[in-house]
């Protein structure tokens, strides 16, 4: 990951999502577990999806499968408070696209920065299938 | 569970929580995940606590566990649906506290309905103590 | 819940599952979560059907909902304490059953007892369909 | 992350742990969620260092913090499927160590590699403090 990540601020992102956390995000130590952060990355990334690139779960004939992720970890952060996600796409290739999620606490300083590689495949075969039309719009806006 | 509690409308309720879904929240069937569910009663009880009755789950003297629950399905959900958390003090006894907690789906009809029993407990000790001052005060309000 | 549920040994289950925690299972408290255990009552569930009823998330024509839960917490336990569930089935209607999950702790003593109903339904349709064949005789063989 | 890491097979790694998945571990597409890998993979370095470096997440004065991950997935398991997760020490720094995972499949194939680094900090002040005594031996046993 590059070192400049870390200074991203919300204002770097295309696409913002308010995320609230959940009693059960906190674990032992007080702090909203690491894990949980990739079901928030998770989360925007398909809210955008959603949103502005026409997918459906259910029925879109193409879906996307995470390949690759991985966050660094900045400050933590505790149910109940309120976090916004940021997100960004990084790269598009041919069936694959790279995305950036930030995860920003209630000052809206970056608490954890992600990457994450999606390939998109057809969901019957779940073969990789080319990148084109909506998503492929939707995508582009979003760099 | 008495049957008019599957009646129940949002306005039936002291308290209302927005509850934003996760893409994890659904399972193979495509919808949220029973289990789910009790994590987001969870949510609203302790966020009413702490807006309400001035608790701090890391300082408190007092901290409820929860001793039963229980939840009836009415109409499946689905991610990336926006949720409303109804939130009611059904019975207050010396040291436990009956919830009823609602969850509406996006046109505000009742998705699923549950009753939880928080037994207050002195953090040092982990006995049962009394309920009492601002908590009090909070559930008496919210009944 | 009747109260001689309680009191259910081990060897009162007809079907037996280890549980393995996780970290994540602990809530701030050090304990798992009260949700959690839905999860383990989910997960016996399905396994007894997949093992003894020829059942498959993916193809099998009849699915099952849960309608409805229960669960009263009798011992906490904590990650990394390895448990045990104990599965039987409580009553067989048309199409839906009623279940009951004990899960044990490592010294078999009962932390928590769950039940829980399934209704079947034709995958396709998603009405409730007759439970018959190699479905009942499983549920029969658990009583 | 280095390409051979992808080609580890479960004899390269030091300690072993039987994984239990389950039903809410799959999503929407029938597969594990990229996101319990990193649930598995917390679960299995805690259990290492519980089990081998005599850590108490209660009582330990020092506790680790994840301050990053990553992973590579490579071929989708899911629920109820059996897995096995390795685990190696790669790097042990002054007071932070770095972590691979793998987690196989029930054909001890490689369905995904992770790497994880903790900072150790002092329970109280959550100051970085040296790696040291037991937790040290134990980790450069298991590199």
């Known amino acids: ?3 400049q990540m870390t200074n991203l601020s919300l204002s770097d992102f ?12 906190n674990d032992m130590y ?5 894990v949980n952060y990739y079901s928030y990355f ?13 997918f459906d779960p259910v029925t879109s ?8 992720s991985n966050c660094e970890y900045l400050r933590p952060v505790s149910y109940p408070e309120k976090l916004t996600g940021g997100f960004k796409v990084e790269r598009i290739g041919n069936s694959s696209v790279d995305y950036i999620v930030g995860i920003f606490n209630n000052e809206e300083r970056l608490s954890a920065i992600g990457q994450l590689r999606h390939v998109f495949v057809d969901r ?7 990148i084109r039309g909506e998503l492929l719009a ?3 806006s979003a760099m």
């Open 1 to 3: 990951m590059q070192n």
């Open 14 to 25: 295309a696409y913002h999502l308010p995320i609230t956390t959940r009693w059960m995000d």
């Open 61 to 68: 004939e193409q879906i996307g499968f995470i390949v690759k």
């Open 138 to 140: 939707a995508l582009k």
């Open 124 to 130: 019957q075969s779940q073969k990789p299938m080319p």
């Open 42 to 54: 998770d989360t925007v990334i398909n809210q955008f999806l959603i949103e502005k690139a026409n």
């Open 30 to 34: 007080g702090h909203v577990n690491n």
